[in-house]
Nanobody, 122 residues
Framework: QVQLAESGGGLVQAGGSLRLSCVAS?????????????MGWYRQAPGKQRELVAN???????NYADSVKGRFTISRDNAKNTVYLQMNSLKPEDTAVYYC???????????WGQGTQVTVSS
């Protein structure tokens, strides 16, 4: 079982920036397993469904929701078992709980973090 721990959320004014981090760990988890896994960031605003924000493959290919293209950047540091989400030019509509997601390339099973709150004031 893979555990994910997000951090970096908070309250920021519109136009500001935040950097979210997600560290993966587990009893048999290794950097090798992390490196070949598929990582993503999702968000869920009150009353709305959870939606994909960005994801990144093992080879570093990235994909973004249209609403965040040009403002958010996803990256990963395989040596630290960590994935990041740099969020710039934040808007009030970016307010949500942000969740980290890991999908194993070996088993296809997935794990979710507990989420971190991002609040953007106007």
């Amino acid at each position: 079982q893979v555990q994910l721990a997000e951090s970096g959320g908070g309250l920021v004014q519109a136009g500001g920036s935040l950097r979210l981090s997600c560290v993966a760990s587990g009893s048999i988890f290794s950097k090798t397993i992390f490196r070949i896994g598929f990582m993503g960031w999702y968000r869920q605003a009150p009353g709305k469904q959870r939606e994909l924000v960005a994801n990144i493959t093992s080879s570093g290919t990235t994909n973004y929701a249209d609403s965040v293209k040009g403002r958010f950047t996803i990256s990963r540091d395989n040596a630290k078992n960590t994935v990041y989400l740099q969020m710039n030019s934040l808007k009030p509509e970016d307010t949500a709980v942000y969740y980290c997601n890991y999908v194993s390339a070996l088993s296809g099973s997935g794990s979710w973090g507990q989420g971190t709150q991002v609040t953007v004031s106007s």
